[in-house]
C-alpha cells in the first residue's frame, strides 16, 4: 500500500497579495544588510544558489517562482508551511526532496530578534544551499535516516523502551542537524565559511561565527555533536566545519550505521527536548 504523503495535512497556500508594505519592508531590509556579510562570510555554494533564486531584494517572494528556478536544478522544492512541522514529517519531506517553508515574516520593527523562523530564514537562509546537488543529496540522505530510525524501532515491542530509543535518534538526528544544516561551517582555501541557515539569515551571528574569539571551532566529529546540547537563544559558542558536502554527506552515511549499530541510543540528555508530537510523528510512521 502507498502511503498518503504525512506532509500533506500542513502544506497551506502562500497567499502573496495578504502581505503588507511593512511585511515587504521588512524583507528589504533583511535582505538589504545580509548582501555584505553574505559576500564576505558565505560559502561560494551559497552565493551561487543565491543568484540561480534571482531572489527580489525589495519584496517577499512568491514561493512558486523560488520553486521555477530552484527544481530544475536539484528536484528540491520549497513547500508553503504555516508553522511547526513534526520531527519525522520533516524529515520525510527532505527525503522527498521538499522543504518545508514559513511562509510568515518577523516583525520589521524587530528584526533580530527571531524565536521561531520566518520566511527570510527559510528562502534566503536555507533554500540556496539547496540548488547545490551535493547538498541537496544529503539533506535527502538525511530524510531516509528517518526511516531506518522507523525500522529499526518497529520491532521492538515495550512501548517504553521504544519511547526511549525513538528519544534518543530524534535527539541525535536533531543535533546532527542543528551542527550542520543550520550552522555548519565550510572549510575552503579562503577560509572557514557558513552554510548553516541559522548563520546565512543571521545579521549579527554571522560575523561572529567566524571571526569573535569567543566562538569554539572544530572539525565536526559526531560522537560530539550527537552528544552536544545547544541553546537556541543566543549565539552559538560551538561549531563544527566540514571540507566538503562530500565529506559531509559521508558523515550521514555514518550516522545512520552508527544509529543501525545502536550507537545512538543513549546520547546525553539535554536540549532540544523531543516532544509528544515528534515521537508521535514517529509512531505513526511505523503503523
Ligand atoms: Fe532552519
Request: charged share 25%; with cysteine; net charge negative.
Amino acid at each position: 500500500m502507498v502511503r498518503a504523503n504525512p506532509a500533506a495535512e500542513y502544506y497551506v497556500t502562500q497567499r502573496w497579495d495578504l502581505y503588507t508594505k511593512e511585511n515587504h519592508e521588512a524583507w528589504r531590509r533583511l535582505y538589504s544588510r545580509m548582501v555584505p556579510s553574505w559576500r564576505r562570510y558565505a560559502n561560494e555554494h551559497f552565493l551561487k544558489g543565491l543568484d540561480s533564486l534571482c531572489l527580489d531584494p525589495e519584496r517577499i517572494p512568491r514561493i512558486k517562482d523560488v520553486n521555477r528556478f530552484l527544481s530544475p536544478l536539484t528536484g528540491f522544492q520549497a513547500r508553503p508551511v504555516s508553522g511547526y512541522v513534526p520531527a519525522f514529517v520533516f524529515f520525510d519531506c527532505l527525503r522527498n526532496r521538499e522543504f518545508p517553508t514559513t511562509i510568515t515574516i518577523r516583525d520589521a520593527a524587530r528584526l533580530d530578534y527571531l524565536p521561531e523562523p520566518d520566511i527570510f530564514h527559510d528562502i534566503a537562509g536555507h533554500v540556496p544551499m539547496h540548488t547545490n546537488p551535493a547538498f541537496a543529496d544529503t539533506l535527502v540522505r538525511f530524510g531516509e535516516c528517518a526511516h531506518t530510525a522507523v525500522e529499526l524501532v518497529s520491532d521492538i515491542q515495550d512501548e517504553h523502551e521504544r519511547a526511549h530509543r525513538m528519544t534518543n535518534i530524534i535527539r541525535a538526528m536533531a543535533r546532527f542537524f542543528w551542527f550542520t544544516v543550520e550552522f555548519g561551517l565550510m572549510k575552503t582555501r579562503d577560509g572557514l565559511k557558513a552554510y548553516g541557515s541559522g548563520l546565512l539569515s543571521s545579521h549579527g551571528e554571522l560575523q561572529h561565527a567566524i571571526e569573535s574569539p569567543d566562538v569554539q571551532r572544530y572539525p565536526l566529529q559526531i560522537e560530539w555533536a550527537i552528544n552536544q546540547g545547544f541553546e537556541i537563544d543566543h549565539y552559538q559558542p560551538l561549531l563544527f566545519w566540514v571540507d566538503s558536502f562530500d565529506h559531509l554527506f559521508s558523515l550521514v552515511d555514518t550516522l545512520e550505521r552508527w544509529m543501525r549499530e545502536g550507537r545512538l541510543n543513549d546520547v546525553a540528555g539535554g536540549e532540544p527536548a523531543v516532544n509528544e508530537t515528534d515521537l508521535l510523528s514517529f509512531a505513526r510512521a511505523t503503523q
